[in-house]
């Protein structure tokens, strides 16, 4: 069973920074595809950002680009970053990484596309 573990979450103000960090367990037939989604309570589950299976093809939400970047530290995408910078309010929400061994990026944006997730942090922004 893969295990996906996010980390990096709290309370900052406006405008400030954090990083969060997912780890995935290896698997035989890893690079994963790996993305974070984050839901704000009463809202619908959306995408932020994902790193496709290659390491190098990155995508992102509207809300977040050009604030977020989404980084990967090893070839089989097992320790992955989500760099959250200008940080708002609206970015208050629990955020989850999740990883696939999908190499299609057709439906990386989409919740379907992935199998294996994490449990969530919490990041609140207050201004």
């Known amino acids: 069973q893969v295990q996906v573990v996010e980390s990096g979450g709290g309370l900052v103000t406006t405008g400030t920074s954090l990083r969060l960090e997912c780890t995935a367990s290896?698997?035989?037939?890893?690079?994963?595809?790996m993305a974070w989604f984050r839901q704000a309570p009463g809202k619908e589950r959306e995408f932020v950002a994902a790193?496709?299976?290659?390491?190098?093809?990155?995508?992102y939400g509207r809300s977040v680009k050009g604030r977020f970047t989404i980084s990967s530290v090893n070839t089989k995408n097992t320790l992955v970053y989500l760099q959250m910078n200008s940080l708002i309010p609206e970015d208050t929400a629990a955020y989850y990484c999740a990883a696939t061994l999908t190499t299609s990026v057709a439906n990386i944006g989409r919740e379907l596309n992935y199998d294996f997730w994490g449990q969530g942090t919490q990041v609140t922004v207050s201004s």
């Open positions: 790193i496709a299976s290659d390491g190098r093809r990155v995508y």
């Open positions: 290896e698997h035989a037939y890893s690079p994963y595809a």
